[in-house]
C-alpha cells in the first residue's frame, strides 16, 4: 500500500510564498512521474506541475515562472514551491504519484488527500 500526505498549505496574502510537500511511503519499489494538481469548488482537477523520473517538467501555463516543482529521490518527497502567489491560485493542491510495489508489478497512480492554499488580496 503506498501513502501520500501533503503539508505546507495555509493561507498567505498575494505576493507571498508556500512550498508544499508530499512525502511518500509504504512499500514501494519505484517512483515515476510524480506532480501536483490543484481543484476548486465546482471545477474539475486540473494538472500544475509534474516531473518525470528522468526529471523532465512540465508546468501548467499559469504557473509558469512562479512554481517549482522538484523532489528528495532519497526522502522519497516531491516539492512545490510556490511564489508570488495570487488569489487566483486559492485551491486544494494534491500530489500524485506513479509507483509500483515490486518489479513485478504494474505502475498505479496514487492520490494524497489535498492540502488547502488560501491566497487574500
Known amino acids: 500500500q503506498v501513502q501520500l500526505v501533503e503539508s505546507g498549505g495555509g493561507l498567505v496574502q498575494a505576493g507571498e510564498s508556500l512550498r508544499l510537500s508530499c512525502i511518500v511511503s509504504?512499500?514501494?519499489?519505484?517512483?515515476?512521474?510524480m506532480g501536483w494538481y490543484r481543484q476548486t469548488p465546482g471545477n474539475q482537477r486540473e494538472l500544475v506541475a509534474t516531473?518525470?523520473?528522468?526529471?523532465?517538467?512540465n508546468y501548467a501555463d499559469f504557473v509558469k515562472g512562479r512554481f517549482t516543482i522538484s523532489r528528495d529521490f532519497a526522502k522519497k518527497t516531491v516539492y512545490l514551491q510556490m511564489n508570488g502567489l495570487n488569489p487566483e491560485d486559492t485551491a486544494v493542491y494534491y500530489c500524485?504519484?506513479?509507483?509500483?510495489?515490486?518489479?513485478?508489478?504494474?505502475?498505479?497512480?496514487?492520490w494524497g488527500q489535498g492540502t488547502q492554499v488560501t491566497v487574500s488580496s
Open positions: 500524485k504519484v506513479r509507483a509500483r510495489y515490486s518489479i513485478r508489478s504494474v505502475f498505479n497512480d496514487y
Open positions: 516531473l518525470t523520473g528522468d526529471g523532465s517538467t
Open positions: 509504504g512499500s514501494i519499489y519505484s517512483l515515476d512521474t
